[in-house]
């Protein structure tokens, strides 16, 4: 292994070692470290996670360290990250409001993640868009449902555990979905991506963490009106 492959494996590691500390700090939800809920610093790592999966993707790119070795060690971060610790947090915010067994129907979210994440490992054709929700954005959903029931309220487990089956099974769904990533800043190719960037922004100062969701649901609505689109 090359001393350059192992800064951008060195940065999966940190989105890893984030996603551990969410589930920890799930499963503390009901206490409070350093004036925020477990349940809040779950959210926070798992936004560290997703930072630190954006960052070793581009320090790959940047030193030209890609390796089979990072690709499978960024695969099984996501899981724990994106998959089990959103599923831990899901578990915990039920809980939190209910007894009823049924929270623990969040594990379908590791279950998707893990199908997605090895679907996208062996098809090749998944480069320049992807085919279902990536695992991140599922995450960031999650964290923006527990935003909105903060802010709105419970709205019942049986109708929070079916929000998060619905978009769980996007993952493992066949639609084509375009990725976020720029390889340019130029304006007509990266038009989408620029209309996502601006409606997070404007969903997060209208609906704090909530918009998260929002800018989720936009993302899907976005890659479902131009796969239509291509396939007239």
Known sequence: MSIKS??????????LLSGCAAIIFAWHGGDEFAGLSGLTWACIMIGAAAMFDFCDGA?????????????????????????????MLMINVMQLHSDSPLAYGALIVPLCGALRLAKFNVDESQ????????????????????????RYGYPGTIAVLLITAMISLTMVCNLRMFSLKFHNFGFAENFRR???????????????????????????????????????
């Open 6 to 15: 192992i800064i951008p494996n060195s940065v999966t590691c940190l989105n």
């Open 59 to 87: 320090t790959a790119r940047l030193l030209k360290a890609y390796s089979e070795i990072g690709k499978e060690l960024d695969s099984l971060s996501d899981l724990v990250s994106f998959g089990v610790a959103p599923a």
């Open 127 to 150: 480069t320049s868009e992807f085919s279902g929700l990536p695992i991140p954005a599922n995450a960031l959903f999650l964290i923006g449902l527990y935003g909105w029931i903060n």
């Open 194 to 232: 620029y209309v996502i960037i601006f409606a997070a922004i404007a969903f997060i100062i209208g609906f704090g963490a909530a918009g998260l969701a929002w800018t989720v649901v936009l993302y899907l609505l976005l890659s479902l009106a131009d796969s239509r689109r291509k396939k007239q």
